[in-house]
């Protein structure tokens, strides 16, 4: 079952949306092959919120394709939803390569990292109610920006829309309250993974984040593949995590989440860069341990992304902000045409492979439409 | 029904949780008198999510007490539940004062306010799924903080524990992806307010807070009163807002919702604060025009803060970072104790007036736990 990618929420026309298992280019009925309430549902919440006993016994009950052949319905026939109900959204930042190339570009002249950056991993809160599937288009958001030197700050729509390719793990069975979630514990809250764009307008962003950070230059949208793949099909990928120095403090000592999955972000069918998610600085494991460790609670449907997948090499970045050096270098393109920022139209995808195995995990689009008129 | 102070979410000893109505000391059972399945639900979202008409027309439904009587529960037989369940929470910083008094303390020696602040509501995401109701115990949070000179950072229980003392926003009917909501639209969408207490770790903050704004320093919880006051009810505290110089752009232009609500704010019973909500520089309009001016939707259940609340005199100041100026200047309480910052046991109880009316919004209150041990 190599090629299985994920659980998502399916539709077959003039029916209601339930849960599916993608094998290749199939989908499972888990609904109908288990018989089960809980796969019968618009959401993969309830399967997540079941734990991970339930989750690896849904595994094995599903393993034997040549049984589940009656169940099987072409890809090609289904639509995909949003596969799960977002509870919390927290994004990373925690390539260091992202990181510094952020700072020297958004910071001339200042020490690119913050002191803070190499003892934690540095997050915040996105909005959790414009997560979107993949194939959602997204329109380009107005908002205020910079204004001519010294007049006052524009309202229009944004002129540098950018991605950010990330990875997103996806909590399945909460936390109590009060209680910090150690490293050691994140198979029994992380269920599994997703690719995700993280749409971002840098010029809205840059105006409004100091001192609060990023909000209406990033809340406008987020896209996520529309398959969850398990944690189990993710260990294919375990490496060793890079070398962190200075050593983390305790309770982010140790990491063992540490992935090679391989990223191709295209722009409009253009493989622009490919970045290397096994280069990562904080790993999935740290990001929660530390998400937790005031206390902060965990719900079934959290989500977190990495942050921006960059590497060290230009053909490694994750964003346009980077590939671009922020507009400085225009990328070109196949047809000709040249990219700072994104254009109405464009199509930006993610896909990944898990290590060097053949197992995908679930890419994530989204084309670009223009702002609405005033 | 002068004393009615909210919609909320009660239940009797071995019943299930319902809608109530409050009226000073008594509650209706809105499911018994109404006998709408709408009400027999655990929490406001599903009559939130009914809209502005079905608001109105259960307001009327409720005016007549006497017909209410045999539907009336003492208040204090009841257990009060989180009154919705929390879809995106934002928290703004819209309290010239405030922010001015946070910038001289956090930033000395720079100008106090960024250059953004007069033309937009800055604002931030904060973690939804630790927003609690009023009376549930707030347990000090563990985490980062500056060291000593040169020295690595701390992992530790806060030192310097603060409460933020906020209005609070509920939205009722959402919104459109991609569909910025007007300030005149406010009223279709926003159903009520309540007080909130956004819970403050400063050290936490101040060492991880640069560049992408708060996150650990506030996610471990945030209370909201028990009861929502639905709109109608403020509007006797309408007033004219504060004059904003520059004016803003014509998407913030002409707000209408500047409120005459009289906060008093009580650390172990004592009053040590008595902000006036009604000079905000950012209205609640404003805050919900920007919110979407990107396109962002909006979900029944949205929950925006004020930002604390801020007056220009000492009397007036809205958190314990302002009323001891970052521990400079400790308060003396009535048994000869002092206050910098928070102490285990300590309880800060927050209340409010609609304008010189007797309506009361419902109070909130938490009482700090002691850290967990190591």
Partial sequence: MASDSGYGIFSLPGETPRVGLRVGDQVVD?????????F???TLNPFLASGRR??????EALTDLSSLARY???LAEVTLHLPIEVADFVD????LEHAANAGRILRPGEEPLKPNWRHLPVGYHGRAGTVVVSGTPVRRPWGQRVGPAGAAPLFAPSGRLDFEA???????????LGQPVPLSAFRDHVFGAVLLIDWSARDIQAWEYVPLGPFLGKSFATSISAWVVPLDQLSAALVAPVDQEPPPLPYLADPAWALDLRLAVALNGHVVSRPGFRSMYWTADQQLAHLTSNGASLRTGDLYGSGTVSGTDPSEYGSLLELSWNGQRPLSLPDGSRRTYLEDGDTVTISATVGDTDIQLGEVSGTIQPALPL
Same sequence: chains 1, 2.
Avoid: C, I, K, N
């Avoid at 990373?92 to 390539?95: G, I, N, P, V």
């Avoid at 793990?169 to 909460?174: D, R």
């Fill in 166 to 176: 990330e990875v997103g793990f996806v909590v399945g069975a909460g936390s109590s």
């Fill in 92 to 95: 990373f930042y925690s390539s």
């Fill in 54 to 59: 339930r989750w690896d016994r849904t595994r």
């Fill in 72 to 74: 099987l319905v072409p």
């Fill in 40 to 42: 019968r549902q618009p």
């Fill in 30 to 38: 888990v609904a109908a092959a288990l018989g089960d309430e809980v």
